[in-house]
């Protein structure tokens, strides 16, 4: 599913990993404390690793729209990841465009 309600297409761009935001696409409680700041960035930076996204490798951050992907981004540049971009329009842009590949169901690895 796209866990948006105006993005018809369903999947996911190829080779993404879900960095678990947490309850639906609009929000982010995993990376915020309840007063909405930003968790510490050892709490994200283990979330992360859990997850397979690790510093040494190039991290395109992507979401919906762009401001979850925007945000997961500066995490990154504020921990000093050195291989960070933010694909702004994210899932939208890419599933409008009927050249880009996608996945769906659930992923291998």
């Not at 994200?44 to 925007?70: D, M």
């Amino acid at each position: 599913m796209s866990g948006y309600n105006y993005i018809e297409k369903k999947g996911r761009i190829p080779g993404a990993i879900f960095g678990n935001c947490d309850s639906d696409a609009y929000h982010m409680e995993n990376y915020r404390n309840v007063d909405h700041t930003t968790r510490e960035f050892h709490e994200i930076a283990a979330q992360w690793q859990e997850a397979g996204i690790t510093p040494e490798k190039h991290l395109a951050f992507y979401c919906g729209t762009g401001w979850r992907g925007s945000e997961a981004f500066f995490n990154a540049w504020l921990m000093g990841w050195p291989r960070i971009s933010v694909f702004d329009d994210g899932w939208f842009e890419w599933s409008n465009d009927p050249d880009n590949p996608y996945d769906t169901g659930i992923p291998k690895e």
